[in-house]
């Protein structure tokens, strides 16, 4: 006969307040905004992010118990809780609860000024709205000038990812990558074109698994002059 052991469905600190309950009135307190896409990683103190994970664990317990999965007689689920919170907090929303990574920027010493495209860099998010996965392709073109700083062509990789490892919504997305880059590099001209594939139009709903999302944002030069922008789009060797 089956076992049932009730669970707890809280996590208390030694104080007894639950560790997303002080993370949050922080960012209450700090008047800031704590949306999907947002990072937080300034409101944690050193060594909460185990503690909310272990928080997470126990969340994820009373979903599986509400959704009638037998986790505890189950072998193949009894511990699909912890994995799955592990999965949220270290990786598949990592760029909610960590900082950015660190770039290290050179100067344009060269004075290069000629147009260069990174790409494609593969991403992986997932939707807002059903927290399905995103995966797609991103470019970023970009037109230097003299005062532009320098980086590595993985450090574009590592912020794509800082950017798209948290709940997202495409057209959002590319914006705050765009802003994070521009930031970095202070260019000339910056362009980004993010093609994706939605679970939550292949895995549900419509169930139409051929759709892809494709967006862009142009600034600077790209913006103004056709002809830049024209050479960047044709260069891009997507797949579609």
């Known amino acids: 006969m089956t076992k049932l052991i009730p669970i707890n ?3 208390p600190s030694q104080d007894g307040v639950p560790v997303s309950v002080k993370i949050r009135e922080r960012l209450v307190k700090a008047k800031k905004r704590f949306n999907a896409n947002d990072n937080i990683s300034a409101f944690i103190q050193p060594g909460e992010l185990a503690k909310l994970l272990d928080e997470v664990e126990v969340k994820m317990k009373t979903v599986l118990d509400s959704l009638v999965i037998d986790t505890q007689n189950d072998h193949n ?3 699909t809780a912890r994995r799955v919170a592990k999965m949220y907090l270290q990786e598949v929303f990592s760029g909610r609860y960590v900082p950015a990574p660190t770039i ?3 100067p344009n010493a060269e004075h290069l000024n000629e147009l260069m495209i990174v790409g494609p860099i593969t991403v992986r998010s997932a939707c807002s709205h059903h ?3 995103v995966i797609g392709q991103v470019y970023i073109g970009l037109m230097p000038n003299e005062h532009t700083n320098v980086i590595g062509l993985s450090k574009f ?3 794509a990812e800082w950017i798209m490892a948290r709940p997202q919504i495409q057209e959002e997305s590319v914006v705050q990558l ?3 880059i521009q930031e970095k590099t202070q260019p000339d001209g910056l362009a980004i074109v ?3 594939s939605h679970f939550c139009m292949g895995w549900r709903g419509i169930k139409d698994t051929e759709s892809k999302m494709i967006n862009s944002v142009m600034r600077g030069v790209f913006l103004k002059d056709p002809n830049l922008r024209r050479e960047f789009l044709t260069l891009i060797p997507r797949k579609t």
Do not use: H, K, S
């Open 157 to 159: 990789a590592r912020l």
């Open 194 to 196: 993010m093609e994706a």
């Open 77 to 79: 689920t009894n511990n």
């Open 104 to 106: 290290t920027e050179f």
């Open 178 to 180: 765009a802003d994070l």
């Open 9 to 11: 469905t809280d996590t």
């Open 131 to 133: 927290l399905c996965p």
